[in-house]
Structures are given as C-alpha cells and as structure tokens.
Nanobody
Framework: QVQLVESGGGLVQAGGSLRLSCAAS????????MAWFRQAPGNEREFVAS????????YYADSVKGRFTISRDNAKSTVYLQLSSLQPEDTAVYYC???????????????WGQGTQVTVSS
C-alpha cells in the first residue's frame, strides 16, 4: 500500500503560480512512477504530467507543456508539480497518483491522493 497526500492548492490570479506537493508513505517510493491528473466539475479526469521512477523522464499534456513542471525528490518521497502562467481553465482538483509504469492513462495508476483544489481567477 502507498498513501499519498497532496498539498499546496489554493486560489490564485491568472498569470500566477503555485507549487503542489504530494508526499508518499508506505512502500518504497522509487518503486513507482508518479503522475498528476486533474478534474474540473462536469469533466472527466485529465492527465497533466508524469515522471519516471528515477525522475529522468517526464511527460506532459499539450495543454500544460511549457507552463507546468513535474519533479520528484526520492529522498523525501515527494513529487511536485510547479504550476506557472495559470489560466482560469486550469481550475480543477489536482490528484497525484502512483503506478508501476509511467503512462497518461489514469486507469493504470494504483494509488491516488485525496486531491487538492486549484482555483484560478480571471
């Protein structure tokens, strides 16, 4: 079992920045690829970014490429998502997830956090 706890969400104006954190506990953090997804009201869960176990490979949705950065600190068992140049359409609940392989498919991730709300005002 892996427990994931997100933090860092909040209310920010358009053009602003936030850094989300996801702290993992339980099984060995380096056994898992990590990802961030988001879900806005009435929308399906959407892939945002993923990172390999070592952190050497990262992947992004086209909608966030160049604005968001995923990283991980394996010594702290934590994955981060730096959000920059935020727009109102980035408003959603952001979830971190852990899985055995790095992919953009939410169904391939085994463990999920409770989510953290990001609200971007115009």
């Amino acid at each position: 079992q892996v427990q994931l706890v997100e933090s860092g969400g909040g209310l920010v104006q358009a053009g602003g920045s936030l850094r989300l954190s996801c702290a993992a506990s339980g099984r060995t953090f380096t056994s898992y690829a990590m990802a961030w997804f988001r879900q806005a009201p009435g929308n399906e869960r959407e892939f945002v970014a993923s990172i390999s176990r070592s952190g050497s490979s990262t992947y992004y949705a086209d909608s966030v490429k160049g604005r968001f950065t995923i990283s991980r600190d394996n010594a702290k068992s934590t994955v981060y998502l730096q959000l920059s140049s935020l727009q109102p359409e980035d408003t959603a609940v952001y979830y971190c997830a852990a899985g055995v392989s790095v992919t953009n498919l939410w169904s391939r991730y085994d463990y999920w956090g409770q989510g953290t709300q990001v609200t971007v005002s115009s």
